[in-house]
Antibody, heavy 119, light 110 residues
Framework: EVQLLESGGGLVQPGGSLRLSCAASGFTFSTYAMTWVRQAPGKGLEWVSTINTGSNTYYADSVKGRFTISRDNSKNTLYLQMDSLRAEDTAVYYC?????????????WGQGTLVTVSS | QSVLTQPPSASGTPGQRVTISCSGSSSNIGTNTVNWYQQLPGTAPKLLIFSNNQRPSGVPDRFSGSKSGTSASLAISGLQSEDEADYYCAAWDDSLNGRVFGGGTKLTVL
């Protein structure tokens, strides 16, 4: 059974940092592109970042220069390092998997982890 | 303001057919395939339609997708109460070099 389990969310002050993790199981992690999608409270889905199987990375303009996506294929884990956090980064963050390309549909989703940026 | 444009709401009665539109541009829908996601209340999104009109295994054939030019649509026939959810279209945007979503359409089954 495919599982994506996000962790690392919580309350952080504006300007602070947080690292999200997404542990994958039930599929060959190294052969999938991985993506972070977020959803602010009561709002729609927003693409955040994607890393492909060759570790090429892509970012939304809203997070470029502040967020860093990475993966550890030996641990079947995806990461999102979030720095210089702002109130508008408050959202549920989902990790999702697509194969074989970055453009491919997001076939697997985690349940999400809530990040709250507030003083 | 989302790159892809969807109506914020749609509704229908049980058994009816409803359609949800998604409008984009040449750099996204005009060039790449469209996917649709269903998000039931309080849950994570789920892939509903991929490559414009393909259904993942387990998705009922009541759900269908189509694409023409820079627009796409999702059709749901034989509407059921459990179809009440938010629906999102999405595509890759070659100009932004990233994935773009529609703003979402909240479907109400009356």
């Amino acid at each position: 059974e495919v599982q994506l389990l996000e962790s690392g969310g919580g309350l952080v002050q504006p300007g602070g940092s947080l690292r999200l993790s997404c542990a994958a199981s039930g599929f060959t992690f190294s052969t999938y592109a991985m993506t972070w999608v977020r959803q602010a409270p009561g709002k729609g889905l927003e693409w955040v970042s994607t890393i492909n199987t060759g570790s090429n990375t892509y970012y939304a303009d809203s997070v470029k220069g502040r967020f860093t996506i990475s993966r550890d294929n030996s641990k079947n884990t995806l990461y999102l390092q979030m720095d210089s956090l702002r109130a508008e980064d408050t959202a549920v963050y989902y990790c999702a998997a697509s194969k074989p390309y970055s453009k491919s549909p997001l076939g697997y989703w985690g349940q999400g982890t809530l990040v709250t940026v507030s003083s | 303001q989302s790159v892809l444009t969807q109506p914020p709401s749609a509704s229908g009665t049980p058994g009816q057919r409803v359609t949800i539109s998604c409008s984009g541009s040449s750099s996204n829908i005009g060039t790449n395939t469209v996917n649709w996601y269903q998000q039931l209340p309080g849950t994570a999104p789920k892939l509903l339609i991929f490559s414009n009109n393909q259904r993942p295994s387990g998705v009922p054939d009541r759900f269908s997708g189509s694409k023409s030019g820079t627009s796409a649509s999702l059709a749901i026939s034989g509407l059921q109460s459990e179809d009440e959810a938010d629906y999102y279209c999405a595509a890759w945007d070659d100009s932004l070099n990233g994935r773009v979503f529609g703003g979402g359409t909240k479907l109400t089954v009356l």
